[in-house]
């Protein structure tokens, strides 16, 4: 089956600075990457996502690279503030009829006002 | 936008007995739904696919005895924990994808359901 690693598991950024997190997969078949965000006790809300016939897509501050090849995709975050604060995490989807999401194992970010 | 409720979103529960989750697709019908445990700063880790009218598939490692699933209608699947016990105090969420349409349906999260098994 699929399997999504996801670095760092930590992030602390000042205020205005960028954050990059990556995740890294393995089914070459997987065809579609979303990235929640997920502030405490709360559930995942999708922030972009970006399917396999596109290299990168970008939303305002957020964007997110795709290199099929390599089998890894990117989140940017740009001029980051205290708000952005929360985890991330990236998730792939496996190919087959379950068509189910394999979720990285989240990353913590921290913007430092 | 789609919406996804669940109920309760806190429970506690003494050892032993059963919870009942419930998973609501408010505004759109959801032939797949999909049951997460989120232990403490850990990632949502799959437990079922749950289809409905048909039984529910369980990922390796999910006791299906003790973790009873059924997706009775286009919009309800409920998850029932079985004589639960404190190792079950998680962070339960479920997730529901739109019927049909294209490869890459996106999945609305339910707000989680807190269980505490004391």
């Known amino acids: 089956g699929e399997n999504v690693e996801q670095h760092p598991s930590t992030l602390s950024v000042q205020e205005g600075d960028s954050a990059v997190i990556k995740c890294t997969y393995s089914?070459?078949?997987?065809?579609?990457f979303p990235w929640y965000k997920q502030e405490l006790g709360k559930r995942p809300q999708l922030i972009i996502d970006?399917?396999?016939?596109?290299g990168e897509k970008k939303d305002q501050r957020i964007a997110v690279t795709l290199n099929k090849t390599a089998k890894h995709f990117s989140l940017h975050i740009t001029e980051t503030q205290p708000e952005d604060s929360a985890v991330y995490f990236c998730?792939?989807?496996?190919?087959?009829?379950?068509?189910?999401?394999?979720f990285g194992s989240g990353t913590q970010l921290t913007v430092l006002p | 936008g789609a919406v996804v409720s669940q109920h309760p979103s806190r429970v506690i529960c003494k050892s032993g007995t059963s919870v009942k989750i419930e998973c609501r697709s408010l505004?759109?019908?959801?032939?797949?739904m999909f049951w997460y445990r989120q232990f403490p700063k850990q990632s949502l880790m799959l437990m079922a696919t749950?289809?409905?009218?048909?039984?529910?598939?369980?990922e390796q490692g999910v006791e299906k005895d003790k973790f009873l699933i059924n997706h009775a209608s286009l919009t309800l699947s409920t998850l029932t924990v079985t004589s639960a016990h404190p190792e079950d105090s998680s962070f339960y969420i479920c997730?529901?994808?739109?019927?049909?349409?294209?490869?890459?349906?996106?999945?609305?999260f339910g707000p989680g359901t807190r269980l505490t098994v004391l």
């Open positions: 997730s529901a994808r739109l019927s049909g349409g294209l490869t890459y349906n996106e999945q609305f």
């Open positions: 089914d070459s078949a997987s065809n579609y």
């Open positions: 970006i399917r396999s016939n596109v």
């Open positions: 998730a792939a989807k496996t190919s087959g009829s379950a068509r189910q999401l394999t």
């Open positions: 505004d759109f019908q959801a032939t797949t």
């Open positions: 749950s289809n409905e009218g048909s039984k529910a598939t369980y």
